[in-house]
């Protein structure tokens, strides 16, 4: 049994990368796909995992925040070669609802609720570990950076029910973006290329799934209001900046997708039982989805794309054949940082374009989708 991360991401070579927590054990556990699934247990220290979020550096070296519940400590771990963790802001406080972003340093910013004293607090890293109150009230955080390595969060008020937004810039600015409560449960935020917001969420009082975003003013949408949906929303802009959102249908139990493109079409994914918990989002770069979720019936984390995951198809044409042997040979001898690195060559995932790339596609001439 598992509880999944809260906004997850694909490396540099359109491969998954996901942080859980191992409800058997009580571990925190992160699996990556390099061709096939690798699983790793990240922190056994006590009961932790809970409330897991991942990102992804410049390296693609996976950072992940979570939750004791041993403890209620707000725990970070970040790998460069072996795992690093560390407690953020001392114990005696509970913590909870951590969401994680990096900035383009690749320093951790994180957003959770500090049960403790019932607030939103904000929590960077610049050599030390900074620490902000945002609001005095919790509400389940989603945290995004802006081109500026500013903070935005939205949240939840659990006071009163109503979808918050807080940004920073020299101050916290804090805004209502729906005060239809009870509203705003399962918030996710993503910027667009301007560094506007757009937020999905469930409105509660409805059981809608609506979407919110920011060129001015805020303006309001619902996406779904078929039953009872917009359970655990997660949402990510495309390349032309339209929103996709994944969520959980509670009325049929399954897992949904939405998207627009001039207008919203909506997608079942996956209805074999009772599925769509947890789910959360990420494009690769087609623009194409991949969803991670939860599949309550068997208690398995799962996996869906609309992508074809080839890792030997350095050229993106969903075949392995003589062009990419070429294409891995001309980034022969490179590794990050060398003017001729491209990750996508480096097939092994071992920070080295060689001999062993080549083998590799070699192996795999005339796989195809």
């Known amino acids: 049994m598992w509880e999944p991360i809260r906004h997850w991401e694909l490396d540099s070579n359109d491969h998954p990368h996901i942080s859980y927590r191992d409800y058997s054990n009580g ?161 996710s935020l993503a910027l667009d290329s301007g560094d506007n917001p757009h937020i999905s969420y469930c409105d509660i009082g409805n059981l809608d799934l609506k979407y919110a975003y920011y060129n001015g003013s805020w303006t309001i ?52 039982g009772i599925v769509g918990y947890f789910t959360s989002i990420a494009l690769d770069s087609g623009d194409n989805p991949h969803i991670s979720y939860r599949d309550y019936s068997n208690l398995d984390l799962k996996y869906a794309s609309k992508a074809c995951m080839l890792p030997w198809d350095v050229t993106g044409d969903d075949c392995v054949d003589v062009d990419d042997i070429a294409g891995v040979a001309e980034h022969f001898g490179s590794f990050p940082g060398s003017p001729t690195w491209d990750p996508k060559c480096d097939v092994t995932g071992e920070d080295y374009v060689g001999i062993d790339d080549i083998v590799e596609v070699a192996e795999h001439l005339g796989s195809s989708c």
């Not at 904000?122 to 570990?129: I, K, L, R, T």
């Not at 609001?135 to 945290?143: E, H, I, K, R």
């Not at 929303?233 to 509670?250: A, C, K, M, Q, W």
């Open 27 to 187: 571990d925190l556990k992160y699996a990556y796909y390099n061709g096939s699934w690798s699983i790793e247990t990240v922190d056994s220290a006590g009961n932790v995992g809970g409330w897991t979020s991942l990102a992804l550096d410049s390296a693609d070296h996976p950072h992940i925040s979570h939750c004791s519940f041993s403890n209620g400590d707000l725990k970070y771990a970040h790998y460069n070669g072996s795992w690093s963790i560390e407690t953020i802001g001392g114990a005696g406080n509970v913590r909870r609802h951590p969401s994680l972003a990096l900035d383009s340093n690749d320093n951790p910013h994180i957003s959770y609720d500090d049960i403790t004293n019932g607030t939103l607090k904000y929590a960077y890293y610049n050599g030390s570990w900074s620490i902000e109150t945002v609001d005095s009230a919790v509400g389940w955080s989603f945290l995004a950076l802006d081109s500026a390595d500013h903070p935005h969060i939205s949240y939840c008020n659990f006071s009163n029910g109503m979808l918050m937004y807080a940004r920073y810039n020299g101050s916290w600015k804090i805004e209502t973006v729906d005060s239809a409560a009870p509203t705003g449960q399962f918030a």
């Open 221 to 272: 949408e619902t996406v779904d209001s078929a039953g009872n949906v917009g359970s655990d929303t997660s949402l990510v802009l495309d390349s032309s900046d339209n929103p996709h959102i994944s969520y959980y249908d509670i009325g049929n139990l399954d897992l949904k997708y939405a998207y627009y493109n001039g207008s919203w079409t909506i997608e079942t994914v996956d209805s074999a």
